[in-house]
């Protein structure tokens, strides 16, 4: 169980749940309208999320390497390394799990017909190395990193799935099988910059969890650098800054007749985040935060839980 914690199980099972309907629900009926045949079918598709899932535990682990001493303040209940699991053999763990990951994503990369394409799987190993040595303890930099990292979760699909290339640049819908449907990219990269927000607040919000831990290591995240006051409104511009594209394009969706998906995206993911954006500076204590931080990997569970409603409008 101490390794399964180490690498943030529940986390893993979110990214592959991501990608899983990110690709189930988005991109494979895609077989049926698109004049391009999709690129990836079950089993590549499952090679490039377990590279995905390997590489976001190498990170988690090598994280957590780095952040004995911090962790020792914030939460030595919860202590792992030294206890548990020795520092080296956490090491070799990162080393190998990246490894394994580089290699499947070669094998994804060779049937699309791009060797390059793996330039970002190595880039995702570089950028959490480099987030667990440095980035983390600077201002505004490792949350953003991390956001977009989440964001790559969705993208690597983008970038391997050839079939998603024809549809770059074209109009918000498109024509399916029998009527018109959202556009798979817009689609995405919705969901792309959904993630790249909600993971950006997110992280905030654990720098306001961990204040007392990071100011002892001498870190400069924003809660240390502004406050926690003036954290948490920078959070919740960044919210309002994602809520207001759900908000229109719901409407969008609403004017299409498209209202199963209009009214979930309304009141099962943009009314979540207004209250959250309320309830945040209401409170200044750790488990204040540590509640609001869970709720926000609720939200972002049940944006995953749209894709399952996408899948249902378009192919109902």
Known sequence: MAWLNLIRWQNLI????TQLFSWGCVIMPMQHYSPVAPTLDWNYFLLLSLSTVLIAAAGYAINDYFDVKIDAINRPDKLILEKRIPMKLAVLVHIVLNLIAIFMAIVVARRAGHY?????????????????????????TGNVLVAVLTAFTIAVLMLYEGAIHYYLFEDFFIQGVSELIPNPVWVLGTYAYFAIMLTWMREIVKDMEDFKGDAEQGCVTMPIKWGLLRSARFTQVLGALTVTPLILGAIKLLKEQWYVLGIYTLLGLALPIILWMYYLPKEATTKHYHKESRWLKIIMVLGVVSLVIYYFQTNG
């Open 14 to 17: 979110i990214i592959f749940l």
């Open 116 to 140: 390059s394409f793996v330039a970002l799987q190595l880039g995702c190993t570089l950028m959490l190395w480099f987030y667990s040595t440095k980035f983390k303890r600077e201002f505004v």
